[in-house]
């Protein structure tokens, strides 16, 4: 899709104040980790015949080698996440995160035409967050407000749609909003859990300059690796009805876990080749790259596979590890902030998410 002078007007985010550090792990997890319980991101279990195929391409060979940095971390990289109180709930922390990108684009929730929301986990199953935060911000009763659901790759899909509303000539601002509350979800007894942080992120979508904005955008789905990240019970009850059963999140095929986390390299330098040719430029004229955040490996693959190793990038894993869709803009936040990302500059995105999808963006950065 392309929507040049559809862009970025402020960017929002909240962070938990709380902050877990690795010393809070205990020895338990570690000893899991140590005997292979951390089975969706041991190499060494993999399958002889993947990692042989993996070694004949480049991007393979750069996921094993970025992988091989991390194989003695039980923590996968990270070093603190944020975790709200527990009375926070996830809406509490998407209206601090739209507020938030409301005031840095100069609006007001009056000026918002369309709301869409992505909660990893929402206040309750049904309905979801959209209409209290919607109520909360005090938008008008005439701006539309519903749920988009990629889960990590929630922030692509937005964009694609906040786009495509716009480009309709339906409004004149769309307000996308992202959350993970995963610490209510987590068994800290699984060394996976080490990886897992709470935020809340929010962008305002609207017009820019005809030459600046999402230059392209490209999302692919393969159900087939449905199952490589799921919230479910483990007693294979139905989510609606566990019968006590806890639901955390877990692969219910390792295997394709491992391939998917292998294979990152492959899928973003096919997605990001599609998003170049799409938006008329070459991997060398990028300045800026940014993904999602699954382990501290996860960017740096990506980055290299797609041939986009001389960017300037912000990951910041190890301070908050994998907060599922608010990865990414979060990282822009960051990288406007610090002078990273500058007017005029050409910016690219990756990532994935459960379900299974992958998505990569383009952007002209700046508004006028």
Same mark, same amino acid.
């Given at each position: 899709?392309?929507?040049?002078?559809? %862009?970025?007007?402020?960017?929002?985010?909240?962070?938990?104040?709380?902050?877990?550090?690795?010393?809070?792990? =205990?020895?338990?997890?570690?000893?899991?980790?140590?005997?292979?319980?951390?089975?969706?991101?041991?190499?060494?279990?993999?399958?002889?015949?993947?990692?042989?195929?993996?070694?004949?391409?480049?991007?393979?060979?750069?996921?094993?080698?970025?992988?091989?940095?991390?194989?003695?971390?039980?923590?996968?990289?990270?070093?603190?996440?944020?975790?709200?109180?527990?009375?926070? /709930?996830?809406?509490?922390?998407?209206?601090?995160?739209?507020?938030?990108?409301?005031?840095?684009?100069?609006?007001?929730?009056?000026?918002?035409?369309?709301?869409?929301?992505?909660?990893?986990?929402?206040?309750?199953?049904?309905?979801?967050?959209?209409?209290?935060?919607?109520?909360?911000?005090?938008?008008?009763?005439?701006?539309?407000?519903?749920?988009?659901? %990629?889960?990590?790759?929630?922030?692509?899909?937005? /964009?694609?749609?906040?786009?495509?509303?716009?480009?309709?000539?339906?409004?004149?601002?769309?307000?996308?909003?992202?959350? @993970?509350?995963? =610490?209510?979800?987590?068994?800290?007894?699984?060394?996976?859990?080490?990886?897992?942080?709470?935020?809340?992120?929010?962008?305002?979508?609207?017009?820019?300059?005809?030459?600046? %904005?999402? /230059?392209?955008?490209?999302?692919? +789905?393969? !159900?087939?690796?449905?199952?490589? @990240?799921?919230?479910?019970?483990?007693?294979?009850?139905?989510?609606?009805?566990?019968?006590?059963?806890?639901?955390?999140?877990?692969?219910?095929?390792?295997?394709? +876990?491992?391939?998917?986390?292998?294979?990152?390299?492959?899928? @973003?330098?096919?997605?990001?080749?599609?998003?170049?040719?799409?938006? !008329?430029?070459?991997?060398?004229?990028?300045?800026?790259?940014?993904?999602?955040? +699954?382990?501290?490996?996860?960017?740096?693959?990506?980055?290299?596979?797609?041939? /986009?190793?001389?960017?300037?990038?912000?990951? =910041?894993?190890?301070?908050?590890?994998?907060?599922?869709?608010?990865?990414?803009?979060?990282?822009?936040?960051?990288?406007?902030?610090?002078?990273?990302?500058?007017?005029?500059?050409?910016?690219?995105?990756?990532?994935?998410?459960? %379900?299974?999808?992958?998505?990569?963006?383009?952007?002209?950065?700046?508004?006028?």
């Amino acid at each position: 899709m392309k929507a040049k002078g559809i %862009g970025i007007l402020g960017l929002g985010s909240y962070l938990p104040p709380n902050v877990r550090k690795n010393d809070y792990w =205990s020895l338990e997890a570690f000893e899991a980790f140590q005997k292979g319980g951390n089975v969706d991101l041991d190499l060494g279990a993999a399958p002889a015949e993947m990692l042989a195929r993996l070694k004949t391409s480049a991007s393979g060979r750069i996921a094993l080698e970025e992988m091989a940095k991390w194989k003695n971390d039980p923590f996968h990289g990270a070093l603190e996440r944020r975790v709200a109180d527990e009375k926070m /709930l996830s809406s509490d922390m998407e209206v601090e995160a739209a507020r938030d990108a409301l005031k840095n684009a100069g609006l007001e929730a009056g000026d918002i035409d369309l709301m869409l929301l992505n909660s990893f986990l929402p206040d309750q199953a049904v309905p979801g967050n959209a209409g209290l935060v919607h109520s909360r911000l005090g938008m008008r009763p005439s701006a539309a407000a519903m749920e988009v659901d %990629g889960v990590c790759g929630s922030f692509p899909f937005q /964009l694609q749609l906040a786009a495509a509303y716009l480009l309709a000539g339906a409004g004149k601002h769309v307000l996308i909003v992202q959350s @993970a509350l995963q =610490s209510r979800i987590t068994d800290y007894r699984n060394p996976l859990s080490t990886t897992f942080g709470d935020a809340a992120t929010a962008a305002v979508i609207g017009r820019v300059s005809p030459e600046r %904005g999402m /230059l392209s955008c490209v999302s692919t +789905t393969d !159900g087939a690796y449905a199952g490589v @990240a799921v919230l479910a019970a483990q007693n294979g009850a139905a989510w609606y009805d566990t019968q006590g059963a806890r639901l955390v999140p877990h692969s219910t095929d390792p295997l394709k +876990t491992k391939e998917v986390v292998l294979r990152a390299g492959d899928m @973003a330098k096919a997605s990001i080749d599609q998003a170049l040719e799409e938006a !008329g430029t070459q991997a060398e004229d990028i300045q800026f790259f940014t993904s999602h955040q +699954t382990i501290a490996a996860f960017s740096a693959i990506c980055r290299r596979a797609s041939g /986009l190793g001389h960017t300037k990038t912000v990951d =910041s894993f190890r301070s908050v590890a994998s907060i599922s869709a608010c990865a990414i803009p979060l990282n822009l936040k960051i990288a406007q902030q610090e002078g990273l990302l500058r007017d005029g500059d050409l910016a690219a995105v990756f990532t994935t998410g459960a %379900g299974f999808n992958w998505s990569s963006a383009i952007f002209r950065w700046g508004a006028s």
